[in-house]
Structure formats: C-alpha cells, structure tokens
C-alpha cells in the first residue's frame, strides 16, 4: 500500500520515544544532566548585575542599620548577612559573595565620639571587586557627612550628638547637590533583560535538545541492522508510513527535552520565554531540524558505536559554532560569520528578541524561515536516504 496509515506513524513514533525513556541512561541525559548545567550557569555568570555583599553589622545599632538599608538601596547590590568576620572572609575567598563590609560592634557608640571609626572592606585583588568599593564609600560618604555636622555641632555646644544629627538628617534632602546626567552609548549589552537563569536556559535547550536527538539516531541504526524496517515493509505497511513514522520518533524525543527544559526553567526558575507562539514555533522548528539530523546520521551509519560519534560530534560542534556554548557576542567577527550557517544561532538570536526586546512572532519571522528551510532540506535528505537504506 502506499497510503500514508496516521495510526502505524503514531505507533512507530510512540515505540521509538519509548525506546528512548526507557534507557535509564538516557534519563540521566534528559533530565538531570540539563538542570545540573542550568542551575551551575545561572549561579556562576547570571543575574542582572547585582554583585552579593556580606554585612557584618551589630543587632539593634540603628546607624549601623542605617548604613545597610542605604547600602540596600544601591543597584548594583543584594545584600547577605553574615555572623561574624571569620564567616565573611571564607565567603569572600570562595566566591558566595563578590565583597564584604565589617561593622564594628558599637558602630553606633563610636559615631558620637572624635575618633576614627573603621569600617573594614572585604573583597578579592579583581578589578571587578574592587570596583564595588565605589558604591559603598558612597554609602558611607552620605552617612559621614551627617556625623560630622552633629559632631561639630556637639562639639561648639550646640546640643547634643543626636539632637543635632536628627537635625542634620532632616535638613539633608533641601542642601542643593550635583545633578548627574547619565547618557548609554554603543549597544545594549546582549544580556539585557534576561533573569538569572535565562540564558543558560536557552542555549541548553538547544544544546540538548539536539543532543538527545543525535542519541536516538543510534535506534534508527539498530532497527535498520535487525532488519525490523525491511519486515515492516512486507506486511501491508507503505515505505512512506515507516519513513514518517522514523522521523515522528526522533521529533518527540527532540521535543520531550525541549519541553523538559522549558516547563523546568519557568516553574522553578521563573524564566521568561518571550511570545509563547512564537517561542513555540521556534522550539517545535528546532525539533524538526534536530530530528532532520538525526535521521540523516542514522540513515548513513553503519553500526550504533558510529552513529553515536557522529551525533556527539555534530551535536558539540554545531553547538559551539552556533553560540549554544559561548556567547554569539564574544566570538570574533568571522566565527560569528560562520554561525549564520548554523541552525542553533537563528535560534538563539529568535529567543533574545522574544525574551529580551519582548517581541512577537512577526520580529522573528526571519529566523522561523531560516529554521524552516533547514528542517526541510534535512528532513527531505534524511528520508531519502533512509528510503533507500530499508528498499535496498
């Protein structure tokens, strides 16, 4: 017969996606290897540029309170307390937190006298850490200039040390100061709008979900080598059934990961994909063009072993070039030259317009197109050449 049968496609695709969770293997691959990666990118390079500040402070100083909640205020920071110097400083060294500020334990009491107080900055020999001593001298400037109107004042007799600084701090916000005009040149930074977990997220979708599609080429092989396709095309079963069937079962692997890390990142993560229909066509296109190529790898494999190394490599080396490894950003201009080729950076470019400049579908109509085109020309290759692989 050469009718397409819609009930055998759905039963060869469901045997083949069944194949693939049922090897305890590939689980680990599928679900546990993409979130260790996810949480490790977002704890190590995300955020929204916020650094952590370790606070050493004394309960119950309302200076020393005073100095956090207008260190809090700052852009640029998420505060962590810590118990003590000791706890800080191996924080520091590990990396939990970027910098540190130790406040002496009756910061308060030394505020109202004529000495020095010392406030103690914790932080690494890095030009980025030491960048954030910038913010909290600041911090510690706005406070300092209150201190020292009360001292004075205290000093000439002119009341007491928190008379007059309750004073000062009242008259602060109608003293004349220096206006700042800030103006952004060159571009937007490319991680703009993108939450802690984002990026990772993205490109380690695209990652895996080509990856384990590359690990079910290896079944194609195994079905080609038993000799099951050819007993199938016996019984009353057309070649384009198993065909399209084939190719459905490498879909719904490629799509149960994609869907695995999407649901995933938003639910625990709260990661934002952007335009759901237009994040959905991308996604489901990207499944067909990592279907597309493992049904090509498959076809041309003679042994499982060889189809395993050609899906690795493909997968990594594809992945790299098309920035799902390092940023399109940061490659110099001909590597980003040479991702243009590559599936993985249409769809990366896709996702940063949805998720960053909150477009739609019609701001990535482009990218849909070029996905499009590939998953057709794989797709129409790979079924070629499996035809012929299981008709002899």
Not at 75 to 92: M, Q
Not at 290 to 312: D, F, H, P, R, Y
């Amino acid at each position: 017969m050469s009718a397409l049968d819609l009930r055998k496609v759905a039963s060869i695709a469901w045997t083949n996606l069944l194949r693939q969770v049922r090897d305890r293997g590939n689980l680990f691959f599928i679900f546990i290897l993409p979130t260790i990666i996810i949480v490790a990118l977002g704890l190590q390079f995300g955020g929204s540029g916020y650094a952590r500040l370790g606070v050493v402070a004394p309960d119950g100083d309302s200076a020393a309170q005073a100095l956090v909640a207008r260190l809090g205020e700052e852009s640029v920071f998420v505060l962590r307390d810590f118990p003590d110097e000791a706890a800080l400083l191996a924080a520091v060294e590990r990396g939990t937190v970027e910098a540190g500020i130790v406040l002496p334990d009756d910061y308060g009491a030394q505020l109202t006298g004529s000495d020095l107080v010392e406030i103690r900055f914790l932080g690494t020999t890095e030009a980025v850490t030491q960048g954030y001593r910038a913010p909290v001298e600041a911090a510690v400037a706005e406070q300092a200039t209150l201190v020292v109107a009360a001292r004075t004042a205290a000093q000439v007799k002119a009341g007491t040390y928190d008379a007059a600084h309750e004073v000062a701090a009242a008259r602060r916000p109608a003293v004349a100061g220096i206006a700042v005009d800030v103006e952004r040149v060159g571009e937007e930074f490319m991680f703009e709008g993108f939450g802690q977990f984002t990026y990772g997220a993205q490109t380690q979708l695209l990652l895996f979900t080509f990856l384990t599609s590359m690990t079910a080429a290896g079944q194609l092989v195994q079905t080609k080598r038993f000799g099951v396709s050819r007993r199938m095309v016996s019984t009353p079963t057309s070649v384009s059934t198993i065909v399209v069937g084939e190719t459905a079962g490498r879909f719904l692997v490629a799509l149960l990961q994609a869907l695995f890390v999407v649901v995933l990142t938003a639910t625990v993560f709260g990661v934002s994909w952007g335009d759901p229909i237009a994040a959905g066509v991308i996604i489901l296109l990207f499944c067909l063009v990592g279907a597309g190529v493992a049904m090509l790898i498959g076809a041309i494999s003679e042994n499982a072993e060889q189809a395993s190394s050609l899906g690795v490599f493909a997968g990594l080396a594809l992945g790299a070039l098309g920035g799902a490894m390092v940023p399109l950003g940061f490659m110099p201009e001909i590597m980003q030259t040479i991702a243009k080729a590559i599936p993985h950076s249409w769809a990366i470019t896709a996702f940063g317009s949805l998720i960053r400049d909150g477009g739609g579908i019609d701001t990535v109509l482009l990218n849909i197109a070029v996905l499009a085109g590939y998953a057709v020309v794989l797709l129409g290759l790979a079924s070629w050449r499996f035809r012929r692989a299981i008709t002899g």
